[in-house]
């Protein structure tokens, strides 16, 4: 169980949020969209030869006093811990994501989500997925459409797993699949290892930064920098160097403590 106590004040002002809802379900959505918002998805570390740390004092000290982001199971651990502080019930599970994923259902299970419950529904609760994912959290109901931001998501069941869907330009697209079975801490340890260390992985292969906004997102893979705002799409190549390191702060506000000869080459 866990001991370390979680520094609610510190979350909210990084997240920006005053107060909270007195709504337990709009609780919910506030705490989810805001960090969402607030902390990009980002796997800088990996690529300054970092180890990963997802036990509560280094996620609080990167991701809330360092203003870094990280990836799902970054991002997704600092969440549960700030709903289970705030009295939620959450349960931590791991997808195998199919989203522009080159071994497609025969990949590994790399993908932290969560589920919260309230009133007996559970609701599937992801701000680490950096790719189309949600902006708020959905109930698990298979066949049923729910629409946030103009995206349309859906849960289709597929044998033992199920599969969330989101639609584009008339087609539903896989983004991850899960099993409604039990994981273990040692799980998600051995995920994140595998995720952050293995050649192959496409975390290593790859700088890979994503920040959702109001008005869109902003993404960047390696040097390409692209802008997605209310419907229009600006790109951007960023050089190598110092303009690098400062575009990391003015897009994602990123404080990085490192110069950009730190990276391991591309």
Known sequence: MNTVSFPQI?????????????????????????QLYKLPFENLDIHLSREIKTDPLSLFNKLIYQVRGGYCFELNELLALA???????????????????????????THQILFVTIDGQRWLTDVGFGGPGLRKPIPLIVDQIFEQFGDCFRFQQDGVNTVLQKESHGQWLDLYTFADETTLPVDFIMANHFTSTWPDSPFRKRR????????????????NLTIYRDGNIENIILPPGEDYIQALQQYFGIRLDAQYSDFMSL
Not at 83 to 109: M, T
Not at 208 to 223: C, D, E, H, K, P
Request: avoid cysteine; charged fraction near 20%; charge should be neutral.
């Open 10 to 34: 510190d979350y909210l002002a990084r997240i920006g949020l005053d107060e909270l809802p007195d709504d337990i379900h709009e609780r919910l959505f506030a705490l989810h969209t805001r």
């Open 83 to 109: 709903l289970e502080s705030f009295g939620f019930i959450v349960q931590r599970h791991i997808a195998r994501v199919l989203y522009n994923n080159p071994w497609g259902a025969s990949g590994p299970r």
């Open 208 to 223: 890979w930064l994503a920040l959702a906004q109001s008005w869109g997102r902003i993404t960047l893979i390696n040097f």
